[in-house]
């Protein structure tokens, strides 16, 4: 049986960090959905489809082709890299006008029924860890173990200024994530959840390197 680990949770928690220490030690794949809603967003951005119209959003999802794979050596700038028809947008995807509108894209139920495909055959067969707002929730229901990470909104938003090497903007940051935070936490279709029987860890009080140590004792206390 493998190991399916879901690690869901605002913007800015660490998911990205803890969850791909987490599947180097456990040696498992790591996915990041959120790369692929930001991809299916720069697609929908150099196409021009309306933002508001999910039926064309759902046809662009199911008509492109959305792949994260392990970078190759020496890609020292990413955790993965992601694919958008065999192209690299690692680095377009993280562009301002991208991080802008794709709350608005990854709302339509059009949109998500077409990455609840992608995204379950991405972790079929191998052990993996997956991150992203309802994996726990709705993609992986019956994953091994479920993880909430979460951190307080000044926390994230200080750690963003640091990581951008922009002190000046930690204002900016903060009304950024709290409104990110409630467009993921209001909209009606999957929205980010801590999942039924979660394993909730602040990684502002734990730090990283102390939540994957408990993530991977959780899972050896459950056998996995
Ligand atoms: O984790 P991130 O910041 O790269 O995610 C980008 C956006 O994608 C975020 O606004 C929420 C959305 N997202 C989602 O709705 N469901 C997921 N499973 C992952 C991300």
């Given at each position: 049986m493998s190991v399916a680990i879901a690690i869901d949770g605002p913007s800015g928690a660490g998911k990205s960090t803890v969850g791909h220490a987490l599947s180097l030690r456990i040696n498992a794949r790591f996915v990041d959905t959120g790369l692929m809603y930001r991809a299916l967003t720069f697609a929908a951005l150099a196409r021009r489809v309306d933002l508001d119209d999910g039926g064309a959003l759902g046809v662009l999802a199911i008509t492109c082709t959305i792949e994260v794979e392990r970078p190759g050596p020496g890609m020292a700038d990413r955790l993965e890299t992601v694919l958008l028809d065999g192209r690299d947008v690692t680095l377009e995807v993280r562009a301002p006008a991208v991080e802008r509108a794709v709350s608005a894209v990854s709302r339509h139920v059009e949109v998500r029924r077409a990455m609840l495909g992608v995204q379950r055959a991405s972790a079929a067969g191998d052990d993996v860890v997956m991150v992203g707002r309802d994996i726990g929730s709705v993609v992986l229901p019956d994953a091994t173990l479920k993880v909430y990470l979460t951190a307080a909104a000044e926390v994230r938003a200080a750690r963003r200024a640091d990581e951008m090497g922009l002190p000046d903007r930690v204002g900016a940051y903060l009304e950024e994530i709290r409104e990110r935070d409630a467009a993921d936490s209001g909209r009606?279709?999957?929205?980010l959840r801590i999942p039924a029987g979660a394993l909730v860890l602040d990684t502002g009080e734990l730090g990283v390197a102390a939540c994957v140590t408990v993530i991977v004792a959780r899972l050896e206390v459950i056998g996995a």
């Open positions: 009606d279709v999957a929205p």
